[in-house]
Structures are given as C-alpha cells and as structure tokens.
C-alpha cells in the first residue's frame, strides 16, 4: 500500500502562483511514476502532469491550459512529489489529486493509478 497526502491547496487570485506538496508513505517511493490530475464538479478527472519514477521524463496535458505554468518535480529522497503552479487562473480551479502508478513512465490514464491522494481544493478568484 502506498498513502498519499496533498497539501498546499488554497484561495488565491488569478496570477498567483501556489506550488502542490504530495507526501508519500507506505512502499518505496522511487518505484513509482507520479502524476497530478484535476477534478471539477460534473466533469472527469482530468490529467494535468507525470513524472517517471527517477524524475527524467515529464509530460504534461497536451492541451495549453497548464504548458509553460505548472511544473511537475520529485524529490525521492523526500518522497514527496510537487506542482509548481504559476499564473493561476480561474479555469485552474479544480480539486486536485496526486497519485503513484508502479510503472517507469506513469500514464496520462487516470485508470493506470494504483493509489490516489485524498486531494486538495484549489480556487482561483478573479
């Protein structure tokens, strides 16, 4: 079993930035590709971003709405993964939940996700 906590979550105006902490437990860290996705009220969860277990590939949506804002980094010594979010929008306001898939490269699929962070409200105003 993995346990996942997020945190960081909060109100903020739109521009603001807000960096996501998920914080690991359970089974070893490195042996797990992380990723971040978002969730709205009535819609599915969507995926934002994942990082490979040694932290050498990254790939984020296709879409624009978080290339060149957000950014995706781990710390396996801290087995902690994060969410650099820069020039927040309205449109970011979402839950959003950190989860750990135990293959290299992660996937953008929410169904390849083993475990699965409780998640944290983030809220951007304008």
């Known amino acids: 079993q993995v346990q996942l906590v997020e945190s960081g979550g909060g109100l903020v105006q739109a521009g603001d930035s807000l960096r996501l902490s998920c914080a690991a437990s359970g089974r070893t860290f490195s042996n797990y590709a992380m990723a971040w996705f978002r969730q709205v009220p009535g819609k599915e969860r969507e995926f934002v971003a994942v990082i490979s277990r040694r932290g050498m590939y990254i790939y984020y949506a296709d879409s624009d709405s978080v290339k060149g804002r957000f950014t995706i980094s781990r710390d396996n010594a801290k087995n902690t993964v994060y969410l650099q979010m820069n020039s927040l929008k309205p449109e970011d306001t979402a839950v959003y939940y950190c989860?750990?898939?135990?293959?290299?490269?992660?996937?953008?699929?929410?169904?390849?996700?083993?475990?699965w962070g409780q998640g944290t409200q983030v809220t951007v105003s304008s």
């Open positions: 989860a750990a898939a135990g293959t290299i490269y992660g996937s953008r699929s929410q169904y390849e996700y083993e475990y």
